[in-house]
Structure formats: C-alpha cells, structure tokens
C-alpha cells in the first residue's frame, strides 16, 4: 500500500528493525527509566502494523497466523495471574513477590520482570487483532 | 487495621467529619434513586428514556463509590459512564433514527440554559480544587511514603514502575483484564465466515 511513496516505503523499511530492537529496550528497562508493558507493547503493535502496511496482509499473516494472536494475548494475561498465585503456596496474600525468591529485591525485580512481560504480550497483541478486524472489511469492498 | 464502615469518619479530613448524618441521608436517597432508576431500565420500550437512565445510574453510583472510600473508581464511573457513554449512545442513534418521532426533543433552548449552568459550576468547583488539595491529608503523605520508601523496600530507582506493578499491582491486573476484553468484544462484533482476512 506504500508502494505509491517510494520515499516513505524505503525509510520505513530500513527504520522497521530499529522500531523493534527500541520496543524491547522500552521493555526491559521499564525498572529504571520510564517504560514498561504497555508503552513496549504499543510500539511494537506499530511495527507489526507497518510491516503489514508495506509489504501486504498475505505476508504478514504467514509470519503471525491470525488464529495465535488471541491466544498469546490470553496468555500474556495468565501469565500475569499466575505470578500472584504463587504466593498462596507459601501462605501469603496475592501478587506477593517476596514469595519468589530468597533474597527480597531480586524477588521484587522477577515479580516486576513477569508481570510486565504479561502486559507486553496482551497489549501488542490486542493492539493488532484490532487493526486486522478492521482491515477485513475494509479491503473487502 | 481500620475496618471499612460507610460512616468511618478517621478516613474524613477534618471538613468532612461534621457531616455523619448527612452522610445517612446522602446513602438513602442515593440507593432509592439507584432503584427507582433500575426498575426503569427493567422495563422501558422507548430508547431515549433508557439511555438517560443510564446516565442517572452512574451518577448515584458514584456518590455511592465515594462513600465507601473509593475515590479513583468515582472518577472513572464518573468520566466513563455517565459522561462518554451516554454521548457514544446518543451519537449512534442519531445516524439510524432521524425521521423516528421518538427521538425529537423540540426543548432545546432550555436544555442549551441548563447546560450553560453546569459548566459554570464546574468551572467555579475547579478554580477551589487547588486550596482543597493542598489541606487534604490524603494528597500530601501517600505520595511521600511512596517516593522514600521505593529504594529500600523494592530496589528500583523508578517509583512509577514500582508503584504501578508492586505497590498497585492489583489495579494493572484489572487494567490488562480491561484491554484483553476490549479486544475480544471487537472480535465478537465483526465475527462473519463471509470476510476473509486474505482475500483468495
């Protein structure tokens, strides 16, 4: 579809790598500068859009089959759910990290770590099946 | 632990806690109208009438979520049910129903007037917002507590992560329940086997 904007289309594809590897170190350092799971996860939903902007739905839908995009959003939710529940087999509240680890900041680090991680996944993937939803009818027509 | 009463009056700053019978009052006529709103909704035909309705339901709802000590959840009941909601409904059935009788309301210049009166009041409430905040116990000690104690109980530098997915952790899960849902209403609406993702 950018095929019309040669200039756009070649940017764009030399930019899309850089787009990716930036959404991950939004993601991993959400602990020490601003960041996190739904800022990582809104950008890189943007470069699977972009990807499917300039080289077309066949493409990127063999890559992502459209069938996995709801499951591994579900996922990203479980996996958030499952890191409150391991504290009820130490006999703690829920969502208490001090419950994964023996040392209590390395404890605090890997339950942030996960439930960010969780975030990520649900925030991308919602992101893009909202976009193919709407694409379907669009090129429809 | 403080037990979480409706009428618990060590959570109210000083201002609030010569209102204790007031508060009962504020509860009962809150709940009548929560039911006399619902019983409406229950059984109305006619659009407009259950869309207004609506709106009145949240507005209750909300004075009810203040007092029982849930500030954040007011405003969101606030800003999404009764305001964005009703106007998302209203603009929808625009498109479908402009010749319908039913949905012709001819009283606009009083509806323009009281509309008017609102803004004015919100604008005067806003402008004392300030003055309220900086009185407040609620406002001055959480933040602190938050920033002096994020280094030595968590080890992170940054308080805003720290907050939102270990001090709050509990409001993200609903958050990421929230956008998961989201999601899966869109799927639902445009579900057909006629529209393929790829066309063949």
Same mark, same amino acid.
């Given at each position: 579809?950018?095929?019309?904007?040669?200039?756009?289309?070649?940017?764009?594809?030399?930019?899309?790598?850089?787009?990716?590897?930036?959404?991950?170190? %939004?993601?991993?350092?959400?602990?020490?500068?601003?960041?996190?799971?739904?800022?990582?996860?809104?950008?890189?939903?943007?470069?699977?859009?972009?990807?499917?902007?300039?080289?077309?739905?066949?493409?990127?839908?063999?890559?992502?089959?459209?069938?996995?995009?709801?499951?591994?959003?579900? %996922?990203?939710?479980?996996?958030?759910?499952?890191?409150?529940?391991?504290?009820?087999?130490?006999?703690?509240?829920?969502?208490?990290?001090?419950?994964?680890?023996?040392?209590?900041?390395?404890?605090?680090?890997?339950?942030?770590?996960?439930?960010?991680?969780?975030?990520?996944?649900?925030?991308?993937?919602?992101?893009?099946?909202?976009?193919?939803?709407?694409?379907?009818?669009?090129?429809?027509? | 632990?403080?037990?979480?009463?409706?009428?618990?009056?060590?959570?109210?700053?000083?201002?609030?806690?010569?209102?204790?019978?007031?508060?009962?009052?504020?509860?009962?006529?809150?709940?009548?109208?929560?039911?006399?709103?619902?019983?409406?909704?229950?059984?109305?035909?006619? $659009?407009?009438? *259950?869309? $207004?309705?609506?709106?009145?339901?949240?507005? *209750?709802?909300?004075?009810?979520?203040?007092?029982?000590?849930?500030?954040? #959840?007011?405003?969101?009941?606030?800003? $999404?049910?009764?305001?964005?909601?009703?106007?998302?409904?209203?603009?929808?059935?625009?498109?479908?129903?402009?010749?319908?009788?039913?949905?012709?309301?001819?009283?606009?210049?009083?509806?323009?007037? *009281?509309?008017?009166?609102?803004?004015?009041?919100?604008?005067?409430?806003?402008?004392?917002?300030?003055?309220?905040?900086?009185?407040?116990? #609620?406002?001055?000690?959480?933040?602190?507590?938050?920033?002096?104690?994020?280094?030595?109980? $968590?080890?992170?530098?940054?308080? #805003?992560?720290?907050?939102?997915?270990?001090?709050?952790?509990?409001?993200?899960?609903?958050?990421?329940?929230?956008?998961?849902?989201?999601?899966?209403?869109?799927?639902?609406?445009?579900?057909?086997?006629?529209?393929?993702?790829?066309?063949?």
């Amino acid at each position: 579809m950018l095929k019309n904007n040669l200039i756009i289309h070649i940017v764009s594809h030399f930019i899309l790598p850089f787009m990716v590897v930036f959404g991950l170190y %939004i993601q991993i350092n959400g602990e020490d500068s601003p960041g996190g799971g739904f800022q990582a996860g809104a950008l890189l939903a943007s470069c699977i859009i972009l990807f499917d902007q300039l080289y077309g739905v066949k493409k990127t839908l063999t890559q992502i089959k459209h069938n996995y995009m709801l499951i591994i959003a579900s %996922i990203g939710c479980l996996i958030y759910i499952l890191t409150g529940m391991v504290s009820f087999f130490y006999n703690q509240n829920y969502l208490n990290y001090y419950s994964l680890s023996f040392l209590s900041n390395q404890a605090q680090k890997l339950g942030i770590f996960l439930v960010e991680l969780g975030v990520l996944f649900t925030v991308t993937f919602t992101l893009t099946l909202i976009y193919f939803e709407f694409k379907r009818f669009y090129d429809f027509k | 632990m403080n037990k979480r009463s409706l009428f618990n009056l060590e959570n109210f700053s000083d201002i609030q806690s010569i209102f204790y019978y007031e508060n009962i009052l504020i509860t009962i006529f809150s709940i009548l109208i929560i039911y006399l709103s619902i019983r409406v909704i229950a059984r109305t035909k006619n $659009i407009p009438e *259950f869309i $207004i309705n609506n709106s009145l339901l949240s507005i *209750f709802l909300v004075i009810l979520y203040l007092l029982l000590d849930a500030p954040d #959840v007011a405003m969101t009941e606030a800003a $999404i049910g009764a305001c964005l909601s009703t106007v998302i409904l209203l603009e929808s059935i625009k498109i479908f129903n402009k010749n319908n009788k039913q949905f012709q309301y001819n009283k606009k210049f009083l509806a323009l007037v *009281f509309c008017l009166l609102l803004t004015i009041i919100m604008i005067y409430i806003g402008c004392e917002l300030n003055d309220f905040a900086l009185t407040s116990k #609620v406002h001055s000690h959480v933040s602190a507590y938050y920033l002096n104690n994020t280094y030595d109980q $968590i080890g992170i530098k940054s308080s #805003v992560a720290a907050i939102l997915a270990s001090y709050r952790g509990f409001d993200t899960l609903g958050e990421t329940i929230v956008i998961l849902t989201a999601g899966i209403c869109v799927i639902i609406n445009f579900a057909n086997n006629k529209y393929p993702y790829v066309k063949k």
